[in-house]
C-alpha cells in the first residue's frame, strides 16, 4: 500500500502548456504539503494544506495554483509553464499542521519544460 | 528564517567504513527529520528525531536540541547508502519543513 502517491511521475511539456500533478495520501493525515526541488536537489516548501484549507503560500508565482477537493488530495496546476519550473514536485502528509508530527514524502513528479 | 547546515557537503567511503553527517540549526524547532534521497529520487523517511537518540540497524541518529545539531551515524557502508542524506527541520507554528543543502554520499565497492 502507497502512502502518498503521486501522478505522473514524469511530465514533459512544452512552453506555454498547462499541466496538473495529482497527489494521494491514504495515511488519514490532516495535512498536506507541496515541494520543489531545483536542479541543485535543494528542496524548498511552496503550499501547506491543512483540512483543505490553504495555510502558507510561500511567495510562489500565482501560475501555480494547489486545489485540495479532500483531506486525502492535494493537486497542483501550473499555467502557462516556464523553462524555469523544470524540477522535481514532491507531495507529503502529516498527521496535522503542529510540526510535532512526521512527514511522509511522495515519489516525485520530474517536470520537464523545454 | 530558520538556517540549517550540513556538513560536509560530499563524502567517498569505502565500502565497510563508518561515517558521521552533522546539522546545525539556528533556532528551536519541535521537529527534526533525516531522509535519504537514493539514485532514482525517492526521500525515504530515515528518523523523526527532534531530540533524543534512535537506532535503525546500521543506521543511528543523536538530535542535542539544546545545543541545536543532530548527527546521523552510518555503519559498515554499503554501496545502497549512496545518495543525498537530508536534514529537515520544522518550527512551532511554521507549517514546512526548512531542508538542509544535504550531504552526497558515494560508497565505493
Known amino acids: 500500500d502507497t502512502a502518498v502517491s503521486q501522478t505522473p511521475k514524469y511530465l514533459v511539456t512544452q512552453m506555454g502548456n498547462d499541466k496538473s500533478i495529482k497527489c494521494e495520501q491514504n495515511l488519514g493525515h490532516d495535512t498536506m504539503y507541496w515541494y520543489k526541488q531545483d536542479s541543485k536537489k535543494f528542496l524548498k516548501i511552496m503550499f501547506s494544506?491543512?483540512?483543505?484549507?490553504?495555510?502558507i503560500n510561500e511567495t510562489v508565482p500565482n501560475r501555480f495554483s494547489p486545489k485540495s477537493p479532500d483531506k486525502a488530495h492535494l493537486n497542483l496546476h501550473i499555467n502557462s509553464l516556464e523553462l524555469g519550473d523544470s524540477a522535481v514536485y514532491f507531495c507529503a502528509s502529516s498527521q496535522d499542521e503542529t510540526g510535532t508530527y512526521e512527514q511522509y514524502f511522495g515519489p516525485g513528479t520530474r517536470l520537464t519544460v523545454t | 528564517g530558520i538556517q540549517v547546515e550540513q556538513s560536509p557537503p560530499d563524502l567517498i567511503l569505502q565500502e565497510g567504513a563508518n561515517s558521521t553527517l552533522r546539522c546545525n540549526f539556528s533556532?528551536?524547532?519541535?521537529?527534526l527529520q533525516w531522509f535519504h534521497q537514493n539514485p532514482w529520487g525517492q526521500l525515504i523517511n530515515l528518523f523523526y528525531?527532534?531530540?533524543g537518540t534512535k537506532q535503525n540497524g546500521r543506521l543511528s541518529a543523536t538530535t542535542v536540541a539544546t545545543e541545536r545539531y543532530s548527527l546521523l551515524y552510518i555503519s559498515s557502508s554499503q554501496t545502497t547508502d549512496s545518495g543525498v542524506y537530508f536534514c529537515a527541520v520544522e518550527q512551532p507554528n511554521d507549517y514546512k519543513l526548512s531542508f538542509g543543502a544535504g550531504t552526497t554520499v558515494t560508497v565505493r565497492a
Open positions: 528525531i527532534p531530540s
Open positions: 533556532d528551536s524547532v519541535n521537529n
Open positions: 494544506y491543512n483540512n483543505k484549507e490553504l495555510i
